[in-house]
Nanobody, 125 residues
Framework: VQLQASGGGLVQAGGSLRLSCAAS????????MGWFRQATGKEREFVAA?????????YAGSVKGRFTISRDNAKANTVYLQMNSLKPEDTAVYYC??????????????????WGQGTLVTVSS
């Protein structure tokens, strides 16, 4: 599967953005999907993941209550990350990823089989 992330940009603190990750192919619903981010000079970190059916989600503690991951398996073959109440520390390149295996350890980068190219989110103070 090929992944194309979009929706990044510049936003003021307290604002919102919605990221999208469009997947090619007809097997999108076979993959658990995740979002990661990498700030300048830091390691890539887990943000959120959603089960292939969309029935379960997990979040990093730093974004829980502010970010929402969702997916559209029926029409758009897309996973979304709605980001509200953004903070300057949310500034990073955001990556989407797909995992074809079990719904376990989705916080780990190594679990994912495919990655998108990243989209930059900048939150100004």
């Amino acid at each position: 599967v090929q992944l194309q992330a979009s929706g990044g940009g510049l936003v003021q603190a307290g604002g919102s953005l919605r990221l999208s990750c469009a997947a090619s192919g007809r097997t999108f619903s076979s993959y658990h999907m995740g979002w990661f981010r990498q700030a300048t000079g830091k390691e890539r970190e887990f943000v959120a993941a959603i089960r292939r059916s969309g029935g379960s989600t997990i979040y990093a503690g730093s974004v829980k209550g502010r970010f929402t991951i969702s997916r559209d398996n029926a029409k758009a073959n897309t996973v979304y990350l709605q980001m509200n109440s953004l903070k300057p520390e949310d500034t990073a390149v955001y990556y989407c990823a797909a995992d074809a295996d079990r719904w376990t350890a989705l916080e780990r980068e190594a679990e994912y089989d495919y990655w998108g190219q990243g989209t930059l989110v900048t939150v100004s103070s």
